[in-house]
């Protein structure tokens, strides 16, 4: 089994679910939640903050069209540059100290470019599929829920192409994808660890 597995998910696809339920059986942790708690304390910011900087773009489409480094000096003051910098911290310390389960935030980019071993998955669904996951979670229905996942997707698409400079969902950047809403979210865990040899 490779030291790390990271879930990439679209929003209401039941990736933190399906990460925990993995983490579960392989009894290893998983970190997701924990992230967010570390950043908070590390960066001062709330809770809600963090949770809403933390893995969806805040830009403005002029800073998204640069091509400069996250951390040049240009947005070294930058609040969602600095959750960044915390939160990739946290991720290679948490992957450095052995098996677990990491979701979201760029960690499948982020323990690449520290050299260190994941398999990395994504997990996407259709989106009337996710809007039934998220029903009871939101106030909101029919086409505001739809417009409500296509802007969190957008956040999150425009968050992952800023600090990596790559497209969310391209294959290339996972061992393995999975449709939630086509083969259920039991499947995709068994599928999981089927695939890294459980």
Not at 17 to 41: C, H, S, T, W
Request: hydrophobic letters at 35%; proline letters at 2%.
């Amino acid at each position: 089994m490779k030291k790390v597995i990271t879930i990439s998910r679209e929003f209401g696809s039941g990736g933190h679910d399906i990460g925990m339920e993995v983490a579960k059986r392989l009894n290893i942790p998983f970190y997701d939640q924990e992230i967010v708690d570390k950043a908070v304390a590390e960066s001062g910011f709330t809770k809600e903050f963090i949770e809403e900087h933390g893995e969806y773009s805040t830009l403005s489409s002029v800073l998204l069209g640069t091509s400069a480094p996250f951390d040049s000096y240009y947005y070294a003051e930058d609040p969602q540059d600095k959750i960044f910098k915390i939160q990739r911290r946290i991720i290679k310390k948490f992957a450095q100290e052995g098996p677990c389960v990491i979701v979201g935030r760029c960690s499948n980019y982020i323990l690449e470019q520290a050299d260190i071993d994941s398999f990395d998955i994504f997990i996407k669904a259709d989106i009337e599929k996710r809007a039934e996951n998220v029903a009871d979670r939101v106030e909101l229905k029919g086409d505001e829920l739809i417009k409500f996942l296509q802007r969190r997707d957008h956040k999150r698409r425009v968050y992952y192409r800023f600090y990596t400079r790559r497209k969310w969902g391209d294959y290339h950047d996972y061992n393995m994808m999975l449709d939630s809403g086509m083969i259920g979210k039991d499947k995709c865990v068994d599928m999981i660890i089927s695939a890294i040899g459980e």
